[in-house]
């Protein structure tokens, strides 16, 4: 199998190389002498640069064609006579990952970069800028990622009211168990977003996900609502399904009326319910037969534990 | 030891998994079937060994904090599970080797249970 790869890589196939290119390129003419690319060399403390003829690219002068030169001992001549001809050229709409691909392949330290298009030279490619662009791209995204946080984990001290609640619900699906337990992780993700502490969410994830669960198990689905004030969290989890006959019997540990379907998904161990009596510091369960299940369950956000 | 060290001692195939994530270090595992019983443990092991190749395994890795999946008897996983591992940023394995054999192999190099669930509900 493919083995997948992380945010880095992710970024190599997202950014395209006009997004990290240098476009402020720096030229030399091609009747130009060696020793003023050296001077150029020098003065920008860049490594290469492109040769034109007028408009058109024709080559590159590099620091290494330069101290071939100087080892020679030639007499000073113009930059075309000692320029790599005809570089290879990449695309500016080409995504990075096949720029550092032909970095390793060729060897080479740098390539112009040309609209796709014209074939004009727009920007020069090094594999440092490759490595800033990167840098960049990542920064931002982890300053935006903060800034998100930063943001939710004050609205309640932000918001002007005399009561304040985030009400969120989710349509929980029975038997799709593509989706089951997703209501749950995204939920878990908006937690700490919203700087609930991390114990916290624990307790509400498995509490939430267990009774996801069981109504993707035993019903044909239902909604599951959040209400998140400044110091709880209220979740009810509702179905339209069968209903269970004696709630305290499903409390118990080890009780379950699982088929073996179940079982081979890794459930009907009889352990939700308890669990989810475990995880909240409130638990009502109101089920009838025939018309289905509402579970409520309540979590204590505040710094002094209200359950204690 | 570190997350690419049990994908060696292993002989593991990585179906998802950063090299920083590899570089992390894990000390407890836990092995299950069952799922209530991975949620109803005090300790988050750090490693969970399972025989199950579905969806459910990755998203009670999520919601429990797990930080790597290891699929045994090389049963395949699935794009969804892939997927899944991308999303909640969980590594996932899988390996030739049994459970028992995967267990043995893991706990001769160090790596200990995390404490396993107890009755007594919190007070
Ligand atoms: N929403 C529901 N609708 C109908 N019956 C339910 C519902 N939730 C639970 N039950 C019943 O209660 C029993 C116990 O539920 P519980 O979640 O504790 O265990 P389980 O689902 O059987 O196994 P586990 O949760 O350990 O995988 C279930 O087997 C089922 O019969
Ligand atoms: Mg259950």
Redesign the interface.
Known sequence: ?E???????ELLYELKIEQVMRTDVVTIASDATMSELREILREHSISGVPVVDGDELVGLASIEDLIRWLSSREPDCAVHEQMTRDPECLHADQPLVHALRRFDESGFGRFPIVERASGRMVGILTKGGIIEGVLRKLEREFKEEEIRAYRVSHIFEDLLADYKEIYLTYNVPGKD??R???A??RM?RNLKRLGIRPDII?RL??A???AE?NVVIYTDGGTMEYRISPHEVILRVRDRGPGISDVEEALR?GWSTAEPWVRD???G????L??I???ADKLEIDSHPGRGTTLKMRIFTGEADEAQ | MKLKEVVELLGADLAFGTDSQLAEEVQTAAASDLMSDILARVDVPELLLTRLNNSQVMRTSAVFGIKAVVIVRGRAVDEKMIEIAQEEEIVLLTTPASLFESCGKLYAQGLRSAQPSTDSSRS
Not at chain 1, 3 to 9: A, D, E, M, S
């Open positions: 199998m083995p997948r790869y992380g945010k880095t890589q168990f593509d089951a337990g997703s749950s992780t878990k624990h994830a498995i939430s996900y267990e669960m540990p998904l890794g459930f161990a009889g352990m939700g308890p669990n009596k475990k995880c």
